[in-house]
């Protein structure tokens, strides 16, 4: 197999025609023939290239609105023939089989149709067929056919022409099929993908998942692991989609939490008043509401201000100047919103390591998605965690009723302990964190932690007593006996939302009655792993 590969003779049909022109010149100045079909082909025409259509050499016309045009011998035989090989060479001359050289092919722009909402036979049509057909022969012959399925790659072949006289490496070529096979596959993974929710096959015997490098990392979560970070195309507000005005690159756990961050604010509509979380190692170390994102901001920070220093910071709002004088106040990694005024942007143009990322909108907590986990020898997919309570849907199951306070306090609680590893522990207090005890084995050293976290607190803001005093408690899950329970009770808290379901929910309810708490069921738990 010789290394170095001459290009005569190219085949170029595209769907995204950005930099066709200049490319298809480029090839022609250096004396490569052009073949094309439909569109592809009359544009380049119109450009004043000379150009071959491919149904003068398959001797057929395009047909069947355009679905049959290359899936013809004169085609395949020209991209898959072995150039080393006498009884393949012997079949292209006797049934005049020219070779390709470069095949030039981007697809149907399929995951775009469906992600613009169209109808089902409008995404069936965008399905295309010759175009992965041609892809993966030339892929499968790389040792003597370059092909080309992204734009991206345009000037890098240019640059590999001129750098060997009007020829490619083998190495150079494997690149090619390599990124080829990978674009043809993640394109049958959208079309799989599709095709389980158009039929609504929530568990399909086979999963096909697809992405696209955004950025490679320095390393993960460690600095000996490799990493790197794949957008999935979808068009969700969020880190994938984000624009970085200013900082260096995010790290893998600056995305991690970031995500987490944004996820969480986005469960609070601006039109409810702004709203701020602070995340550290993904769990919130505050969450709040204020009358102002400045205001929101602070009642956050001053949950637990040890842990904010060097977290992530998600506002629901677009940031002002005020609001970035204050969080420019402490060490912070990331500041993520969805917009920021150009105030924000000069305040922080000061701390060359604060990131800060505007989203243009929040995250929908209530849309669909995939969570996917890789475990050993496979991996685990769910739904994304989009149930949500509401004050009517919960179920009041002591003798004491929460008040109106109270049931907001629920509400605004229940909503953090879903973004809170388990097991969970929120207390809140007037719309506002207060204590919060994240991932223990045990719901009572949760209820222990979060309470202890509030009482430091309050003495490091100089109160007279915990803010726990008069709060209201979430746990993302039930409370299995009453220890916990009491815990929360012991803190000082009033009311406690929790799930509900568990063997001894009576004799729970019983012990809530007796400590003069109000309790509400919500019939849903929120584990997060």
């Not at 049959?68 to 080393?84: C, I, N, Q, S, Y």
């Not at 955004?214 to 068009?235: I, K, M, V």
């Amino acid at each position: 197999m010789a290394d170095l590969q001459p290009l005569r003779r190219a085949l170029i049909s595209v769907s995204d025609k950005t930099g066709l022109e200049a490319f298809a010149r480029a090839l022609a100045d250096r004396g490569v023939a052009l073949l094309s079909t439909g569109g592809t082909a009359q544009g380049l025409r119109d450009a004043g290239l000379d150009v071959t259509d491919v149904a003068d050499i398959t001797g057929f016309p395009e047909m069947m609105d355009g679905r049959v045009k290359t899936l013809h011998p004169m085609v395949h035989g020209g991209l898959l023939a072995l150039r080393d090989d006498a009884g393949h060479l012997a079949d292209m001359e006797a049934h005049g089989i020219a070779p390709i050289d470069l095949l030039v092919v981007n697809l149907y722009p399929f995951e775009e149709t469906v992600a613009n909402g169209a109808d089902y036979a409008t995404c069936i049509e965008n399905i295309d067929i010759g175009g992965p057909a041609m892809i993966r022969a030339a892929a499968k012959n790389h040792a003597f056919v370059s092909v080309v399925t992204d734009v991206a790659d345009y000037n890098a072949l240019l640059a590999e022409l001129d750098a060997h006289d009007g020829q490619t490496r083998l190495v150079f070529r494997q690149g090619l099929a390599h990124t080829a096979y990978a674009r043809t596959a993640a394109y049958d993974a959208a079309v799989s993908g599709w095709m389980a929710g158009a039929l609504d096959d929530v568990v399909p015997r086979r999963r096909a998942i697809a992405g696209t490098l955004s950025q490679t990392l320095r390393y993960g979560e460690n600095p000996h692991q490799a990493a790197a970070f794949y957008t999935d195309g979808s068009a969700r507000p969020g880190v994938a989609t984000a624009t970085q005005w200013q900082g260096k690159e995010l790290s893998y756990n600056n995305i991690n939490d970031t995500d987490a961050a944004f996820e969480l604010v986005s469960e609070f509509s601006p039109t409810d008043g702004p709203a701020c979380a602070i995340i550290k190692h993904a769990n919130p170390c505050g969450v709040a509401r204020g009358a102002t994102l400045g205001e929101a901001y602070q009642r956050a920070f001053d949950c637990d201000r040890t842990s904010a220093f060097g977290g992530i910071v998600a506002l629901n709002m677009p940031l002002d100047g005020d609001t970035a004088r204050q969080i420019a106040e402490i060490f912070t990694e990331v500041v993520i919103a969805p917009g920021a005024d150009d105030d924000a942007k000069e305040v922080f143009a000061a701390k060359k390591n604060l990131r800060l990322l505007t989203t243009r909108g929040l995250a929908d907590p209530a849309s669909a998605g995939l969570a996917i986990r890789q475990v050993s020898g496979g991996f685990l997919v769910q739904d994304r965690d989009n149930g949500h309570v509401s004050a009517g849907d919960l179920k009041v199951v002591t003798k004491r009723k929460p008040t109106e306070a109270e049931m907001a306090d629920l509400v605004f609680a229940w909503t953090v302990a879903k973004h809170v590893k388990s097991n969970a522990i929120v207390y809140v207090r007037n719309g506002g964190t207060v204590g919060v005890g994240a991932g223990q084995m045990s719901r009572v050293d949760s209820s222990t932690i979060a309470a202890l976290k509030a009482g430091r607190m309050g003495a490091e803001l100089g109160l007279d007593q915990s803010p726990a005093i008069g709060s209201v408690v979430a746990s993302d899950a039930f409370f299995p006996f009453p220890d916990g329970l009491l815990a929360a009770a012991e803190a000082g808290a009033t009311a406690v939302i929790q799930p509900g379901g568990s063997m001894r929910d009576d004799t729970v309810i019983a012990a809530a009655d007796e400590a003069g708490l109000a309790m509400v069921f919500t019939g849903m738990r929120h584990f997060r792993h």
